[in-house]
């Protein structure tokens, strides 16, 4: 299985030549979604990947992530949960990359499980389809972490945190983070996932709410009862702890979840999950990223290049 | 009882001339806390307020709020809850205002109700003091709403949330924010209201996470189900919702709570909370603050001009 694949996110563009599960050449930039104009986005892509093409004239040509969003080289519509690699086939959108070839971007997926709750993706699809989870929970941390219910080898179900961007805002825009000190103090993550728990359990009187927990951890740090050199692990810890708060009532205490992270960021996640009894497999987001688009090709009908 | 007082917060300077519950003068300018170095505050006050001592040589002359921070005038030690108007009136930390003339900065409070939570105030213990409420609820909505617990008199117990900082930080810094469009559909409050249900309730498995809700509202507006018209307004509902979801859990589901909030800001809390059952008296900030004031040197022990 031979491919050429364009990772198209908010802030970074990745593309690869792959063979198998083997990466022949890779190439990357700063030229995210964000970072480009209307008709500017077959230009970047020809100027990386422009040699590939030549070289490969029969090869597929696949983009993942935000590339497909309105502020993305086109406006590829979701599609719903549940779905599958069938299901995501049916909805690619093509794009004209000249000279007679064809790109295909790979559709996010929306869901609204309750006809309330909505929820959209765009590329984590991909990576939950190579998870090489069948049936169970994948998580895909980020600026905004996802978990995902896997059944019969297709999205059933998945719940958006905005934890990565929350962490951010409070970081760089908020009274919160401004005590903050460097250099950083990494216990003050488990101090953060300890406070996590007291916005969670059976007992309405335990859960005081995050709003609070946030202002509390920048008191703290002004009334001198923690360092400000904890405060952004705090932060983290506390946000994380919260997700988890959520995500695991969400989708019922589950006893395991894969994790799509590779090692600082799953280590977190680990530690943090192994707290609430929760065992982890990690698996490197790039492999189930190629294995995702490899179901794509085999099991979707993909048109010919 | 006449006094001059300035109430000096992070982003406004206010200052009043008073008599009894009358303010004869008053002044205010956007020189505000953060707006000032080291050094500039007798200046500021002097400019605005200097005729004002002139004209009355034995006023006490009070400062009140975040004037007592470290980034303000003078650093003004939390006073530990609970406290009164005679502990408070101990924790006073006098300034020079020249001639003669010293100014009294009130100390706000810190809070540790059990050896872990920490919290802090600055202003909002003076209000809290003129609520008019001896025994029961206070709720001092704000960039940082303050939920305080009044027992004789006394402030017993505080609880504060970022709610208003973080509305900001999401329409202004976050991607959760950036699909709002105007004008601004209010009914968006009410059903923010609703989605914040979903974080709260007895059964475990009701509650989604705050930072699952705040990503669906984007999510709802991108996946074209909701108007980018309610989207602020819907944020609004949600944080208010879930600063409630907190607040009355902590507070052990009061019957009623004493709002100190002006007619607009005000509606929207009692609305919230007459959704949850919850019986509200509002009274404005501008009064308490004043009535709060006059306690502080009836009952407290000021020094004399």
Redesign the interface.
């Known amino acids: 299985m031979r491919f050429i694949v364009a990772d198209w996110g908010t802030s970074r563009f990745r593309a690869y030549r792959v063979e198998g599960e083997t990466i022949l050449d890779e190439i990357s930039s700063d030229e995210g979604v964000s970072a480009l104009q209307t008709g500017q986005h077959r230009d970047v892509f020809l100027r990386h990947c422009g040699e590939w093409l030549a070289a490969e004239p029969r090869l597929p040509v696949l983009l993942v992530g935000m590339v497909g969003?309105?502020e993305g080289w086109a406006m590829t519509p979701?599609v719903p949960c549940p779905a599958g690699p069938a299901e995501i086939a049916r909805g690619l959108v093509s794009v004209d990359l000249g000279q007679g070839r064809t790109g295909w971007i790979v559709p996010g997926l929306?869901d609204?499980p309750n006809g309330?709750?909505?929820?959209?993706m765009r590329g984590e699809e991909t990576l939950a389809l190579g998870s090489g989870i069948r049936d169970g929970l994948v998580c895909s941390p980020g600026t905004?972490p996802k978990w995902i219910a896997m059944r019969d080898g297709r999205v059933a179900h998945f719940?958006?945190?905005?934890?990565g961007?929350?962490y951010a805002?409070?970081c760089?825009?908020?009274?919160?983070g401004r005590p903050a000190a460097d250099p950083e103090d990494q216990t003050g993550f488990d101090l953060g996932l300890d406070a996590s728990e007291?916005?969670?359990?059976?007992s309405?009187?335990?859960?005081?709410?995050?709003?609070?927990l946030?202002?509390?951890a920048r008191?703290?740090v002004?009334?001198g009862?923690?360092s400000p050199n904890l405060l952004r692990p705090y932060l983290s810890g506390l946000?994380t702890g919260?997700?988890l708060?959520?995500?695991l009532?969400?989708f019922?205490h589950p006893t395991s979840v894969t994790i799509l992270a590779d090692p600082p960021r799953a280590a977190l996640y680990e530690r943090a999950l192994a707290r609430r009894g929760v065992e982890t497999l990690t698996r490197s987001p790039r492999e189930a990223l190629l294995a995702g688009l490899a179901r794509l090709l085999r099991e979707g009908s993909i048109p010919p290049a």
Do not use: W
Request: charged content about 25%; proline content about 2%; hydrophobic content about 40%.
């Open positions: 969003s309105r979701y929306v609204e309330i709750d909505v929820d959209v905004h719940c958006t945190y905005m934890t961007e929350m805002l409070l760089d825009h908020s009274m919160i007291r916005n969670r359990g059976p309405d009187d335990k859960r005081v709410g995050l709003l609070h946030l202002f509390a008191a703290a002004v009334a009862r923690m946000l919260d997700e708060n959520g995500a009532s969400q019922g």
